[in-house]
């Protein structure tokens, strides 16, 4: 690839369901999630380089540049991929890192994790590899999106994020994301959670044939970090009512946080919100 220029697409992810089974001995929260995957997304572009770099732009871009570019995960991610290259006897070259970043930062949408998978993917094309059950354990450890970002399917996520199973899920969902322009800290939320001893359920993993189907389901679920999330910024509340009052089917946040969601009966449908959401509030970012 030298002299050539990798691209791959780092779609935001959507806890539809998000289940707290309980925290671990070892400090993690087991957990279990329907996840679909938007048509929005950050781009990572990678090319052949003398050492490992990162640059970032777009809109979210300024978010990040201000931190330390060198422990963004995109470039840990990167390292750890080598790392466990070369257990298999293959060298993967260090690589500069492109990021645009389309997805705002800290928002529940798996904007991180979604951005780390891609640079694994690109790793991996970079060195004509595979991903096997070694390297999901190990980027599990950076991040719990990070195995479901790197499938980038509808899938039933367990675990602290390793386990995966495919999900069957309408490919037409109507979905419309809104987020109140704040970051929300993942630990934060979980440090307000009265998650108890871990106690391990029998799971069913449901196939849905229709959007009915699905949201029937979803009706009857929920996302546990919803509350805790709320507690920490209110304005969350806010945007849960706002999207149910244009005619959403159902309301919801997505991962920690503060990104919320909203699911419609048609493309029309979601259109209009989206078009009324973006008119009454121009400080929050709105995508369909």
């Known amino acids: 690839m030298v002299g050539s220029k990798l691209t791959a697409f780092a779609p935001a992810k959507i806890n539809l369901t998000l289940r707290v089974l309980g925290k671990r001995p070892d400090g993690f929260h087991e957990l279990e999630s329907l996840v679909v995957f938007a048509d929005i997304g950050d781009r990572v572009r990678a090319v052949r380089s003398s050492e490992w770099e990162l640059s970032i732009d777009g809109p979210f871009a300024s978010d990040l540049n201000a931190e330390n570019l060198n422990d963004n995960l995109v470039l840990r991610a990167a390292k750890l991929t080598q790392k466990w290259a070369s257990t298999k006897g293959v060298d993967i070259p260090p690589l500069r890192f492109e990021l645009e970043k389309n997805l705002p930062i800290a928002s529940g949408i ?119 999330a709320m507690e920490i910024e209110p304005v969350i509340g806010n945007v849960l009512k706002e999207i149910a009052a244009t005619g959403a089917l159902i309301a919801r946040m997505s991962g920690s946080g503060a990104t919320c969601f909203g699911i419609y009966e048609s493309a029309g449908v979601a259109n209009d919100a989206a078009a009324q959401l973006s008119a009454d509030h121009a400080d929050w970012w709105v995508s369909l």
Do not use: Y
Not at 146 to 158: A, D, H, R, Y
Not at 172 to 184: Q, T
């Open 110 to 228: 798996g904007g991180g994790s979604s951005d780390a998978a891609a640079a694994i993917k690109l790793c991996l094309q970079a060195a004509d590899l595979g991903i096997d059950d070694e390297l999901l354990r190990a980027v599990v450890q950076l991040g719990a999106d990070i195995p479901v970002c790197l499938k980038g399917e509808p899938t039933w996520m367990s675990g602290i994020g390793e386990d995966l199973t495919s999900a069957q899920v309408p490919n037409d969902l109507h979905l419309v994301l809104v987020n109140p322009g704040i970051a929300v800290s993942t630990a934060a939320v979980f440090g307000r959670l009265n998650a108890g001893p871990l106690v391990l359920e029998q799971e069913s993993h449901p196939g849905f044939s229709s959007a009915d189907q699905l949201i029937e389901f979803l009706k009857a679920s929920s996302n546990d970090l919803q509350l805790p």
